[in-house]
């Protein structure tokens, strides 16, 4: 029982300290700078949207308002089968040279838009983003001047949690997506990201993969697949898009199970990802696999300081209880004073491992997690090319 504990308390230090510590070391003896310089090619804004009728108009303002030369930019939204008002939408928008639609009267799924948007695109760079989050208006330029270096065959823009007048939340989901970024960050001062910020990153055509069919998590199969080619997947903090960062607590919830789904379903898309041909190999599992696997580690030290009565246990039993008394807590809104924002990281530890756990039970039972999207209205879809 002993063996157990410490083995899961290895992992579990190594999981969210150790790796971490480990990047933090490698980005300072082995830096790996980017050589950034001002660099403009034509560029694609590939974007799939279903039943998104209550932000794109918002949405493709932003992107027609962003600061990248007109006669270089172009933006090719595919609507996979919507039935609300998003086709008006973007007819109404194809009227402007700069957009480009593809509108599926079927809903065949992201994977498939994308891949229609990629065959669609023109330019050196497609840009990937969603329909909910908004871009600053100097985004593109930070973001594509990253490959002005030739190594570089993918960047990764910075989602920020909150909003640019406010500024971003350091609490609940904030707080763990703030942490996450610095280990992006590091990931990426040292040699390449495992994966992309969905909502804003950018690919060399040349080196962008059919998505296969239901693939859940394309920011991470696209940047990997970059990786495997030689090329480095890095991280652009000053290039950022903004989205709400409380959605509410079961939809935030239903989000991370379906995140996390698709890291077990990366491994079964791509094999090769446990294999030497992955470059990032030693990366991907510290940071993607490692997680998934946490839950259960946190299971076993807890039952083993159950079980071991030595003061040491005993302690550690202790402190157990104590933080996850204070994410129950954070859960039923009754923290207060001090303790506060100690309850509430607890409570995102707690609710981020217990989305782990679901999304290995939704795994191993095959149950499917789709795309999510807004709620259809009963209009119907038709087909157009602009």
Same mark, same amino acid.
């Given at each position: 029982?002993?063996?157990? /504990? ?43 949207? #279903?039943? =998104?009728?209550? %932000?794109?108009? #918002? ?36 009227? !402007? ?26 330019? =050196? ?42 500024? =971003? ?24 990201? %495992? ?50 960062? !409380? ?10 199970? #379906? ?23 030693? =990366? ?11 839950? /259960? ?62 999304? /290995? ?26």
């Amino acid at each position: 029982m002993k063996l157990i /504990f410490w083995i899961s308390a290895a992992v579990l230090a190594y999981t969210y300290c150790g790796y971490p510590a480990w990047l933090w070391l490698r980005s300072r003896l082995r830096g790996l700078p980017v050589s950034a310089a001002t660099f403009t090619p034509s560029i694609s804004i590939a974007m799939v949207v #279903r039943n =998104e009728a209550g %932000v794109l108009e #918002r949405k493709l303002k932003n992107l027609l308002e962003l600061d990248y030369a007109r006669e270089l930019s172009e933006i090719v939204v595919v609507s996979d089968g919507s039935s609300d008002a998003t086709n008006n939408i973007l007819n109404y928008h194809a009227a !402007d040279c700069r957009v480009r639609i593809v509108l599926n009267p079927e809903s065949r799924g992201k994977a498939a838009g994308l891949n229609d948007a990629i065959a669609a695109a023109r330019g =050196e760079i497609i840009v990937f983003t969603d329909a909910r989050q908004q871009i600053e208006a100097g985004a593109l330029r930070l973001l594509v001047a990253k490959f002005s270096d030739p190594q570089v065959g993918c960047t990764s823009g910075e989602l920020m949690l909150g909003d640019p007048c406010g500024g =971003e939340t350091a609490r609940g989901m904030g707080l763990y997506w703030r942490i996450e970024k610095k280990v992006r960050e590091m990931e990426s001062a040292s040699g390449s990201v %495992v994966g992309a910020t969905g909502a804003l990153y950018a690919v060399r055509r040349t080196l962008v993969v059919p998505v296969p069919a239901e693939t859940i998590l394309d920011d991470v199969y696209i940047p990997m697949h970059v990786a495997r080619q030689g090329f480095r997947v890095i991280f652009a903090p000053e290039a950022r898009a903004w989205d709400v960062a !409380d959605q509410g607590s079961e939809r935030e919830f239903s989000r991370k199970v #379906r995140t996390l789904s698709g890291n077990y379903q990366l491994v079964q898309l791509a094999p090769w990802l446990l294999t030497a041909q992955n470059p990032l190999r030693f =990366e991907f599992i510290s940071h993607k696999l490692l997680r998934l696997a946490a839950p /259960f580690f946190l299971v076993t030290a807890f039952v083993s300081t159950l079980l071991l009565q030595q003061t040491l246990y005993r302690a550690a039993l202790a402190l157990e209880v104590a933080f996850y008394t204070l994410g129950l807590l954070a859960l039923m809104k009754l923290a207060r004073g001090p303790l506060a924002r100690t309850a509430d990281a607890a409570r995102t530890f707690m609710v981020l491992n217990t989305a782990a756990m679901v999304a /290995f039970l939704k795994f191993v039972s095959r149950r499917k997690v789709a795309w999510s999207s807004r709620p259809a209205e009963n209009t119907r879809a038709t087909v157009e090319v602009g």
